[in-house]
């Protein structure tokens, strides 16, 4: 395929050559490559090094350099670029960045897949943005602009990038608009490329803390209602209160996010406001992630399965998926008469056996029966019904390279609560983030099992001296296990990484059922945890204790902030002036609750008169949002 390749460079000197060479070093023919570097007004060696890279590569199809007159910002730079191409298909692609040598051909792949999509992203490592993709199909609610690719008929439909947007969630404004049209987007994990963001300047981090939280008013304004934009202020006011209150943010206001024109909602499309995040919940990389920089033993991915070869089907093609292809195997038990001949058989490209037991045996012993058939050093178990993400071997293998004398690991997973609709198709109703932050102690594991049997991975010394599954369990028999082998290795190793999807049943039926035979076995748990010996130290209960004490003066610190803030409101000179009107409005509000049978809501006069957290943020919200506050805005601006 045929990819003008757009670059923004704004003094990028220190990045080029090894941009260019990356590029150079692409397992793809170079002569269907459009270098287009679209330039900002560079004051550095920027230009000459350009000129310099040209002569050096000619092997590629084109190399554009487009000299813009002044800093008109990153859209406006990118459609300049996009213009100076003809290319089929356009990359927009930092510069600070080395892409992997086979990512091109990775894309190529998943246009292939999906050749009517409206555009696509690659993986950027060591840290992922903070966004959602579908585990099975890999769609995503926006693109990121550090690497996306777009079908250049879809970019001109969009008109390309708004150039209000200087810098900072442009690529969510041109994601949006291309789901307005109808067109779904694809991140695409194989298709991984090195991003050095994180190594910017302070100055640097300070002006993209405030872009995002300035664009993000702007969006809210463009696609969101009216309750988005109160919500926007509500975020502002809070981040403003935290005491981990970021100074970069000191000048951002709900009052100076610009007006835009509003995007008439079609097709089906929902923006969806969580925060600064533009997803209903997101997955988490808080640990650097990439492959493994050497051989890590091999892993025994242990699949336990009993009549539902539909779900076993998704949950090989999530192995199938995994961004590295080597390292690992899998092992299939089904519990009973053979029902997923044929499901396997459609998997030939993965390390991959298959057994049986005829008859049904339980989870617990077709469990065993798998791990006793692996041939790998470290096992973890994985269930029909559950998903893995496509780095939850990397992430493995990238932990065992790191801690080789490590016996016990678990990562971070999101939880998804929902029913699967009669054709067999998954529909959540919600998700939660399950975090490992704090690690996990013999009190944590005391009190709940902090982790689904997925996210665990063991040595297979572990399993061999302290057994496998307790095979009178058919519910808890993750957290005995786990009870077990803590106290045998002594900790877990944990990565706070998003690595898997576990779903749990939300309807009413199916709660219930689940809930009476996990109450079965809790017993059973608690003797077996009574009789044994945990090792602990007054240390580690100290600490804790402390970080529990911590999380709760934080908690303090955050309701001081907004008493403050709320008192600074209330005895205002603009607050006592505009008493009058709350006094007319709360007779109002009296009378139209007596009228209507309703509780009356009086606007209070001072924080004083509340009691919790909520209630002072409530407060400061309903003042932001009066008729006296908006009268008076005059006043505080010029008082500022």
Not at 90 to 119: K, W
Not at 455 to 463: G, K, M, N
Not at 472 to 487: I, P, T
Request: proline share 5%; glycine share 8%; net charge negative.
């Amino acid at each position: 395929m045929h990819y003008d390749i757009v670059m923004v460079t704004y003094n990028s000197e220190k990045w080029l050559r090894g941009c260019v060479e990356a590029l150079a070093a692409l397992e793809y023919e170079k002569a269907q490559l459009h270098l287009v570097f679209a330039d900002n007004a560079s004051q550095d060696g920027t230009l000459p090094l350009l000129e310099q890279l040209r002569a050096e590569h000619p092997e590629f199809g084109g190399f554009t350099i487009v000299r813009g007159a002044k800093n008109a910002g990153f859209g406006a730079a990118c459609n300049a670029g996009a213009k100076a191409g003809s290319a089929p298909y356009l990359l927009f692609f930092n510069v600070d960045t080395r892409i992997q040598p086979d990512a091109l051909q990775e894309m190529d792949t998943a246009i292939a897949a999906h050749p009517a999509a409206g555009g696509w992203d690659m993986r950027q490592i060591p840290y992922l943005p903070v966004k959602y993709f579908h585990p099975l199909t890999f769609e995503t609610n926006w693109l990121s602009g550090a690497a996306m690719v777009l079908p250049r008929a879809v970019f001109q439909q969009t008109g390309g990038f708004d150039e209000s947007i200087f810098l900072y969630c442009e690529d969510v404004d041109l994601s949006w608009r291309i789901r307005n049209l109808g067109y779904a987007l694809y991140h695409v994990p194989r298709a991984m490329f090195l991003h050095y963001e994180k190594e910017g300047d302070a100055q640097k981090d300070a002006r993209a803390k405030r872009g995002i939280v300035q664009n993000n008013g702007y969006l809210r304004r463009k696609f969101g209602t009216k309750q988005d934009w109160c919500s926007y202020e509500k975020l502002v006011a809070e981040l403003k209160s935290r005491p981990d209150f970021s100074p970069a943010l000191e000048g951002v206001a709900p009052e100076q996010v610009p007006q835009a024109a509003h995007v008439h909602l079609q097709n089906g499309f929902v923006p969806c406001f969580n925060g600064l995040a533009y997803d209903e919940t997101t997955y988490f990389a808080q640990q650097p992630g990439g492959p493994a920089q050497g051989n890590a033993p091999l892993i025994s991915i242990l699949v336990r399965t009993h009549a539902r070869p539909h779900l076993l089907r998704q949950a090989l093609q999530t192995i199938r998926t995994q961004t590295v292809r080597t390292g690992f195997e899998v092992v299939v038990v089904e519990d009973g008469t053979p029902s997923a001949q044929e499901v396997v058989a459609e998997f030939p490209d993965l390390p991959l056996r298959y057994h049986a037991t005829g008859q049904h045996v339980g989870r617990g012993a077709a469990g065993n029966l798998a791990a006793q058939m692996a041939a790998g050093q470290y096992f973890c178990f994985f269930d029909e019904d559950d998903w893995l993400l496509p780095d939850y071997v990397e992430t493995w293998q990238r932990l065992l390279v790191q801690h080789p004398q490590a016996l016990l690991f678990a990562a971070g997973s999101m939880m998804e609560c929902g029913c699967f609709a009669p054709n067999g198709v998954w529909q959540a109703r919600c998700r939660q983030l399950c975090r490992l932050e704090d690690g996990i102690d013999a009190l944590t594991l005391g009190k709940e099992n902090p982790v689904p049997i997925q996210a665990v991975l063991f040595s297979r010394s572990l399993f061999e001296r302290c057994g496998g599954i307790d095979e009178k369990l058919d519910g808890l028999e993750d957290w005995d296990l786990w009870q077990r082998y803590y106290c045998e290795a002594g900790h877990f190793v944990c990565c706070d990484n998003c690595t898997s999807v576990f779903k749990m049943p939300a309807g009413v039926v199916e709660h219930a059922v689940r809930n009476a035979a996990i109450a079965s076995y809790m017993n059973r748990c608690i003797e077996k945890a009574a009789a044994r010996p945990v090792q602990t130290t007054m240390g580690a209960l100290m600490e804790r204790f402390a970080k529990a004490d911590e999380r709760t003066m934080q908690r303090s610190r955050q309701a001081q902030a907004y008493y403050d803030t709320a008192k600074a409101i209330s005895t205002s000179a603009s607050w006592r002036a505009t008493r009058p009107l709350r006094v007319l409005g709360n007779a109002l509000s009296a009378l139209g609750a007596k009228l209507s049978g309703a509780k009356a809501d009086p606007m209070p006069e001072s924080p004083d008169e509340l009691a919790s957290l909520g209630e002072y943020i409530e407060f400061i919200d309903r003042a932001r949002h009066s008729l006296g506050w908006k009268l008076t805005s005059v006043l505080r601006r010029r008082k500022q």
